[in-house]
């Protein structure tokens, strides 16, 4: 999701999508649909985004948010379309290949439990996708405490469990997890929704953070509009399964084109 260029497509609902030239982008989705049953959940979904850009996927309950998510990250195969993570479709991918690749996209769940085990101590549950990596445990240990640093908690809170931390300790504890493989790409499905008002704006102000000193790529997934505009490049707003519109997330949140969107933008007034 860059600005118009040679080459460019439009996706008829806002700004162009763009083709680029030379190295291909980080992610590319094209066409993207699912059904489950009879029942059509997405419906030719589309978008690029380029290394170390930020999209928020916004929408309201049922719009498809999460089911987008869950194709990004391939937990799901689509019904149709792709979704490509440098220039591979992930898809089409064998196993091996696929499991070879997953470190570099790592997912943020909206309920920290979904990544922490209650049964274990946080550190173990933190470097666990480091299993699979050819790393010695005295590597492991090193980059256990480099991410619980990177969020903000001390390297002790590795001997604790999911249950002697607060809500928003137990989300930095899930972004912590994210990091540990050095991921290109995180997508983050409602990772401020679980949260007090005051805890979601220091878990904002970390994931900007991350951002911009890692060098990662977000997908979020929210119906916070504010949170959007404060952490996101580029806006995708989906209505019944559709892109109903998208482009520069000021340009989306600050002028919307599209009447549902603005009746987004509305309700928040």
Aim: with cysteine; glycine share 10%.
């Amino acid at each position: 999701m860059t600005s118009s260029a040679p080459g460019s497509k439009s996706d008829g609902r806002g700004d162009p999508l763009v083709s680029p030239t030379g190295a291909p982008p980080l992610l590319q989705v094209e066409g993207l649909g699912q059904r489950y049953g009879g029942r059509t959940v997405l419906r030719d979904i589309a978008f690029t985004l380029p290394a170390g850009e930020s999209l928020g996927v916004i929408g309201e309950s049922g719009a498809g948010k999460s089911t987008l998510a869950r194709l990004v990250m391939a937990l799901e195969r689509p019904h149709q379309g792709r979704v490509s993570w440098s220039g591979e479709d992930v898809n089409a991918m064998s196993a091996a290949a696929r499991r070879a690749l997953r470190p570099r996209v790592q997912m943020v769940f909206q309920d920290p439990y979904g990544s922490l085990d209650p049964r274990w101590r946080v550190g173990r549950s933190v470097i666990e996708p480091l299993a699979a990596l050819p790393m010695s445990e005295a590597q492991r240990r090193e980059r256990l405490a480099e991410v619980l640093a990177a969020v903000g908690l001390e390297a002790d809170a590795a001997l604790r469990y999911p249950h002697q931390f607060s809500g928003g300790q137990r989300q930095r504890l899930a972004i912590a997890r994210a990091l540990s493989t050095r991921p290109r790409l995180i997508v983050a499905d409602e990772p401020l929704s679980a949260l007090d008002v005051s805890v979601q704006a220091q878990i904002l102000a970390l994931l900007r953070d991350l951002q911009r000193r890692e060098g990662i790529s977000l997908v979020v997934v929210s119906h916070d509009l504010p949170a959007i505009e404060v952490l996101c490049d580029h806006a995708l707003v989906l209505r019944g399964g559709e892109a109903v519109e998208q482009g520069p997330a000021a340009r989306v949140l600050g002028e919307p084109r599209h009447p549902y969107t603005q009746d987004l933008l509305a309700a928040l007034a």
